[in-house]
């Protein structure tokens, strides 16, 4: 099957420090990616939506200039959290869609990002 | 506004009980629903969407456009079971991502 990868698994680094989190589809190509976050034992909040090519579509709520999302190929996207604080600790998860072959349409996970601001 | 709601945050069971994890959603227009399942230190992986209506893991969804459900049961309930799920939906417009409920804990104890 499909096969997402995130790197790094686990993050921890100090306040107003970037970070960047990769998120990789391994074997499929992904025209689109989803960008995720998740509190302890709470649901999946959609930050944003990753095209190819074109800018992301952020949900209302997320600061745009805080996490800046590139996706430069169809195989690549990365989430940097700029100036990070405290408050920005979470578990962020992304996925990628399958748009050729089978399965047709369908929305893969990766294992999951924990970041930790000190 | 498009939501999804899990009512319940933990369903315990015992081993051979029924299980029915509830789901209702609110959307403007017809979407797809999905239902996913993240067992303990693993990622979320698909159990079944509602275009396929099939059983995986002897777990079957109907959607009910009427009620605007889509609860997930299973006759029978087994300690592997056990785990977080999911439910959620998409818009049917090519790019629209998952939208998911605040998701429900099944504990399932012999």
């Known amino acids: 099957g499909a096969v997402v990868s995130q790197h790094p698994s686990r993050v921890i680094c100090k306040s107003g420090t970037s970070v960047k989190i990769e998120c990789r589809s391994l074997d499929f190509q992904a025209t689109t990616m989803f960008w995720y976050r998740q509190f302890p034992k709470q649901s999946l909040m959609l930050m944003a939506t990753s095209n190819e090519g074109s800018k992301a579509t952020y949900e209302q709520g997320v600061e745009k200039d805080k996490f800046l999302i590139n996706h430069a190929s169809l195989t690549l996207s990365t989430l940097t959290v700029t100036s990070a604080h405290p408050e920005d600790s979470s578990f962020y998860i992304c996925s990628a869609r399958t748009s050729g072959g089978a399965p047709y349409n369908e929305q893969f996970f990766g294992p999951g990002t924990r970041l930790t601001v000190l | 506004a498009q939501r999804v709601t899990q009512p319940e945050k933990l369903l315990s069971v015992f081993k051979g009980a029924p299980v029915e994890l509830k789901c209702n959603y609110s959307y403007s227009g017809s979407p797809e629903l999905f239902w996913y399942v993240q067992y303990s230190r693993q990622r979320l992986q698909l159990l079944l969407r509602?275009?396929s209506r099939e059983s995986i893991k002897g777990f079957t969804a109907d959607l009910n456009k009427g009620e605007t459900s889509f609860h997930l049961k299973k006759p029978f309930a087994q300690e592997e079971d056990s785990a977080m799920y999911y439910c959620a939906l998409r818009g049917i417009q090519a790019g629209t991502a998952l939208i998911f409920g605040k998701g429900t804990t099944l504990s399932v104890s012999s």
């Open positions: 509602h275009i």
